[in-house]
C-alpha cells in the first residue's frame, strides 16, 4: 500500500536556526497537510495546500512557517527560525480528494529545539 | 467552532474483553468522522471513517464505529481486545464546510492487560 514517507525521523536544531521537514505524499494525492503533535496534546492542523499554493492555515501558521512543494513528489515544511516551543512531532498527510477523504499520515518527524 | 472530545484520556481493558471508546463532536454542519490509531514513535493509521450511508461502519483490525447523529458521538468498539491494539485512538471530523481541516479530539490511551 502507498505510504507517506517523511524525513528525517528525528532532527535536533538550536533555537533560532531553520529547519526543513520532508516529506513525499503519495504520488496521485492532490492535497498535503501538515499537522503537529506537542508531546502530551492533541494533533493540530497547521496547513494545506492544494494546487501550489495555500488553501487553508491556522492561527500556529505564522510567518516563521511556510510550505512549498519545490518538485513532483516532495512537500517541505519550512521553519525560518526555531523556538523552544517549536518542539513536537511534526506529520504530514495527503488525501486525494481534501477533507472529502480520509488522510493519510507519515510516520512524523520528531523535532527537538535546544 | 468546531470541536471533538474524547472523555476518556486512559482506558484499560483486560485481553478478550470487548472495548468502547468515545468520541463526541461539536459541528454546525454535517461531519465526515474518522478513527485513527497511533502506536508509540508511529504515524497516525487510518482505522475507519464514515461519510454517510449505513451509520455502523467496519474498519481495520475488526474495530467498528457507529454514528448517532442525535447524540452527536461516533464511538469506537471492537468485540475483543488483543494485547496488540494497545495503542492511543484519536477520534477526527471535518467537514466540507470548514475547508480541508481536520479537528481531533486529545486521544484515549487503551493500555491492554493480560
Known amino acids: 500500500e502507498p505510504e507517506v514517507t517523511q524525513t528525517p525521523s528525528h532532527q535536533v536544531t538550536q533555537m533560532g536556526q531553520e529547519v526543513i521537514l520532508r516529506c513525499v505524499p503519495i504520488?496521485?494525492?492532490?492535497?498535503f497537510y501538515w499537522y503537529r503533535q506537542i508531546l502530551g496534546q492533541k494533533v493540530e492542523f497547521l496547513v494545506s495546500?492544494?494546487?501550489?499554493?495555500?488553501?487553508?492555515k491556522s492561527e500556529i501558521f505564522d510567518d516563521q512557517f511556510s510550505v512549498e512543494r519545490p518538485d513532483g513528489s516532495n512537500f517541505t515544511l519550512k521553519i525560518r527560525s526555531t523556538k523552544l516551543e517549536d518542539s513536537a512531532m511534526y506529520f504530514c498527510?495527503?488525501?486525494?480528494?481534501?477533507?472529502?477523504?480520509?488522510?493519510?499520515f507519515g510516520n512524523g518527524t520528531r523535532l527537538t529545539v535546544t | 467552532a468546531q470541536s471533538v472530545t474524547q472523555p476518556d484520556i486512559h482506558i484499560t481493558v483486560s485481553e478478550g474483553a470487548s472495548l468502547e471508546l468515545r468520541c463526541n463532536y461539536s459541528?454546525?454542519?454535517?461531519?465526515?468522522l474518522f478513527w485513527y490509531v497511533q502506536s508509540p514513535g508511529q504515524g497516525l493509521q487510518l482505522l475507519l471513517k464514515?461519510?454517510?450511508?449505513?451509520?455502523l461502519v467496519q474498519g481495520i483490525k475488526g474495530f467498528e464505529a457507529e454514528f448517532k447523529r442525535s447524540q452527536s458521538s461516533f464511538n469506537l468498539r471492537k468485540p475483543s481486545v488483543h494485547w496488540s491494539d494497545a495503542a492511543e485512538y484519536f477520534c477526527?471530523?471535518?467537514?466540507?464546510?470548514?475547508?480541508?481541516?481536520?479537528?481531533f479530539g486529545a486521544g484515549t490511551i487503551l493500555r491492554v492487560k493480560s
Open positions: 498527510a495527503s488525501s486525494d480528494q481534501g477533507s472529502n477523504s480520509p488522510l493519510h
Open positions: 504520488s496521485n494525492h492532490l492535497y
Open positions: 495546500f492544494y494546487n501550489n499554493e495555500i488553501s487553508e
Open positions: 459541528y454546525g454542519a454535517t461531519p465526515y
Open positions: 464514515y461519510f454517510s450511508g449505513d451509520t
Open positions: 477526527a471530523v471535518g467537514a466540507a464546510e470548514y475547508g480541508n481541516k481536520l479537528v
